[in-house]
């Protein structure tokens, strides 16, 4: 099974700054991964999936980029609403798994 | 829109059981795989079970297989997911969610969830 590491583990961020969130799998999982956003009492949502691909009305500001093993989330412009956990899921390989999540703050 | 909505989560007994079930509206049910991923309490997500567009394939996680039972109605565009032998570790929010077509890959969209408690 791969295991998806995320880091970190909390990422404090200001309003309007970037936030860079990391996701790594024990072995190449090529660009097979989608990353989802949670926010508390809701579902997961798809964010990005083929590592770059923005899903359905996702905004700009949020970016993904890697292949292989080394995946990145960028949010260029953090708003209120961005404030959440956010989960990679590679889906290369069976089962799919998950990262443990990173969870973004407010600085 | 495409929604999904789960339902039949509740407290249960260690030993015991329940059946979930959600109902797919606002696309194609037959054409899509179909999956169940559980959250425990403060914790990440974990993929539980999956079942082909046609009901004929199905998939668990080894934390589950012999446990659980994935099925569908594609007449009824309900994927039900019977719980049995539940544990204390079983506890979690059951998502159900969506596939791209017939194909194992990202859950798009999710359901809301059905919380289910399994203590004494």
């Known amino acids: 099974e791969i295991v998806m590491t995320q880091s970190p583990a909390t990422l404090s961020v200001s309003p309007g700054e970037r936030a860079t969130l990391s996701c790594r799998a024990t072995?190449?999982?090529?660009?097979?991964l989608a990353w989802y956003q949670q926010k508390p009492g809701q579902a997961p949502r798809l964010l990005i999936y083929g590592a770059s691909s923005r899903a359905t009305g996702i905004p700009a500001r949020f970016s993904g980029s890697g292949s292989g093993t080394q995946f990145t989330l960028i949010i260029s412009s953090l708003q209120s609403e961005d404030f959440a956990v956010y989960y990679c899921?590679?889906?290369?390989?069976?089962?799919?798994?998950f990262g443990q999540g990173t969870k973004v703050e407010i600085k | 829109e495409v929604v999904l909505l789960e339902s039949g989560g509740g407290l249960v007994q260690p030993g015991g059981s329940l059946r979930l079930s959600c109902i797919g509206s606002g696309f194609t049910f037959r054409d899509h795989a179909m999956s169940w991923v559980r959250q425990a309490p403060g914790k990440g997500l974990e993929r539980v079970s999956d079942i082909s567009a046609s009901g004929g394939s199905t998939f668990y996680a080894d934390s589950v297989k012999g446990r659980f039972t994935i099925s569908r109605d594609n007449s009824n565009n309900t994927v039900d997911l019977q719980m049995n032998s539940l544990r204390v570790e079983d506890t979690a929010v059951y998502y159900c969610?969506?596939?791209?077509?017939?194909?194992?890959?990202?859950?798009?969209?999710w359901g809301q969830g059905t919380l289910v408690t399994v203590s004494s």
């Open positions: 072995q190449t999982v090529s660009s097979n």
């Open positions: 969610a969506k596939n791209r077509y017939n194909s194992l890959e990202w859950f798009d969209p």
């Open positions: 899921q590679q889906y290369d390989n069976w089962p799919r798994t």
